[in-house]
């Protein structure tokens, strides 16, 4: 008899190790999700995809499944706070989607359009933040920074070239570029890094290929909102 917890009242089998996302996703149920990535262990810095766990809230991402855990993802607290969370997150950067070379191919987008936001729920922040095109081949546009960290971890882990970093803390918290000068340029960055594959949004972009995709063809617009947060370049968990 295998392992089983249940999502929703549906009993969920899982293998030893899996967390609750991953579970779920097997059994073909969808826990929204940003900052997970099926190559680097979950971290659980979004909170997109938080669950009730016998009624405590925990992010499913890092959560282990486990023998007769009682998990609701569908409340209706559950999704208003989704897309709260998605609401702060466009508002905290400089989301231009209509004119993001991204759009279509924006997780965060996808993921907006699939909670069903459609409005900026709150005031806009509207920080100033630099775009750095300092590199001959790659753009730096950090208004667009979720703090997801996948680049962090993608240049450090995979790639060994530690071009990118956090600084500060809260709300001061930001991403740069790991270089005395602070320009990419002077980083061995390469078009051909895991670190330009794993940005969920805009951020990261190679020069002169902006917009090659017309509206509707568009991974967007191609497969389903929901599909694009699951497929996206196998950012699934
Ligand atoms: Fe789980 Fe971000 S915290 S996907």
Redesign the pocket.
Known sequence: MSATFTLDGEAIEFEPGQTL?EAARVKGRFIP????HPEFP?????????VLVNGRPM????TKAAEGLVVESTTAELKSDRQALVQMLFVEGNHFCPGCEKSGGCTLQSLGTELGVTSAGFAHESPRRPVDASHPDILLDFNRCIL?ELCVRASADVDHKDVFALSGRGLSKHLIVNAESGRLADTGMSTTDKAMTVCPVGVILKKRHGFHAPIGERPHDVESPRQHVEHVKGRA?
């Open positions: 996302i999700f940003l900052c997970a979950a971290h659980g810095s979004c909170r997109v995809c938080t992010a499913s991402c890092t997801c968990p």
